[in-house]
Structures are given as C-alpha cells and as structure tokens.
C-alpha cells in the first residue's frame, strides 16, 4: 500500500508544480501548430523536452503565416536552415519577463545573438514584439512573439526574393 502511494516519475512535478514541458505547452496551446510542424521537422522535439531549462521565444501560427510566400514551405525542405531558425528562437537558461527587461541581448543556442529593447514598456526580440511572457514549463519559459525572428544569414538570403527561393531550393 505505501509503495501504491508514491508518485512515479512520469507523476512528478518540478518545483513550481508544473509538469508539462515546453513542447507539450506548445503542442496543447493550439496557436503553435506551425511551429510544432517546424520542431518535429527539424528533430528538436526531444532536445526541447529534455531537462533543460529553455527560454523559448515562440512564434504563433499567424507569425509564420507573415513570412512571404513560400518561405515557410522552403524551411521545411532544409532542415539545416530550419534548424539555425529554430534555435535562434531559444536562449539556454529559463529567463523570466522580469529579467529579460533587464538585458540588452541573449546568446541563442543557434549561436547568434537576438537583441533585447524594451520601448514604453513593450519588449522586442529582434523585430519581435513579446505579446505574452512567462507561460513556465517543467523545463523553461514560452514568451510569445508576434514575429518569426531569422538569424544573420537566412534574414539575408531573404533580402531578396530571388535569391531567397534560391537558396532555399524553392
């Protein structure tokens, strides 16, 4: 009987008492379908389920849908591309609202630095707004931004069209 009564792992809850991670979050929320897709394409699922902690910057369906024609549809074909994308979109570390307001930049596990502004009291990633924070997993924070934000070289293949589907194979 007292054995019976103890949790088992997949029962337990971190700290905070949540017990979803940042992937389940995304999948279950039902405005990340895209970025799902993108994280299942690319093989990222796993790595952003495991023990972390992330800070996810996380594009909506609607973000992806901004991006021109075919660019989304081109990413999904070139997972190495995808993948750099992705990963700029996560910081190492779970980094709350209130302490992302305090920094200037973050370092993205894709390597690159994403730039930090906060203007009359709104925070930008990039050329991202950050329109919710702080929605906490067992393994990191989402903030949801209302841009798909690219690292150096895909915002510059992107510059033009023609190069962009170019270089995407489109």
Known sequence: ?????????????????????????????????????????AGLVDTLSGE????????????FAALPDGVVAGLLEDVPALTDVL????????????QVIGLTSATTLQGEDVTVAVNDGSVMIDDANVIITDIIGSNGVIHV????????????????PEDAMDSMGV
């Open 1 to 41: 009987a007292i054995a019976a009564s103890l949790a088992t792992p997949e029962d337990a809850m971190d700290s905070m008492g949540v017990s979803k991670t940042i992937v389940d979050i995304a999948i279950e929320d039902g405005r990340f379908g895209t970025l799902v897709t993108a994280l299942q394409a």
């Open 52 to 63: 972390g902690p992330f800070t996810v910057f996380a594009p909506t369906d609607d973000a």
């Open 87 to 98: 990963t700029y979109h996560v910081v190492s570390g779970s980094v709350l609202a209130e």
């Open 145 to 160: 931004i209302d841009a798909v934000i690219l690292p150096s070289a895909i915002a510059a293949s992107l510059a033009t």
